[in-house]
């Protein structure tokens, strides 16, 4: 499948759907290169905004961190779902 075909899959998936398949993939090796594209991506977000060269650029600043809390949000609803008792902050509620 293409990507756009992949995110429009997605999109129709119920909560229970993509969490059953996200539990499924944590136990196919291959994901873990997912979970390292994503935590490179947020270690360059964290690495930029810790950056001195933004302290006079506020919006770019502000752009750089809106950056790493998604990434750091997203990374955090995976482990939260494949590991509900170690995720680090509170969980959204059950729909």
Do not use: W, Y
């Not at 998936?13 to 993939?25: G, P, R, Y």
Request: net charge neutral; charged share 25%; glycine share 8%.
């Amino acid at each position: 499948m293409k990507f756009d075909e992949l995110l429009e899959a997605g999109r129709r998936m119920e909560k229970q759907e993509i969490t059953a398949n996200i539990l499924s993939l944590a136990g196919d090796p291959r994901f873990a290169a997912l979970l390292g594209l994503l935590d490179a991506r947020r270690r360059v977000f964290q690495s930029t905004v810790s950056s001195p060269t933004l302290a006079d650029k506020p919006g770019a600043l502000a752009h750089v961190a809106g950056g790493l809390n998604e990434a750091l949000n997203v990374m955090d609803t995976i482990k939260g779902i494949i590991e509900p008792a170690k995720a680090r902050g509170p969980q959204p509620p059950e729909q």
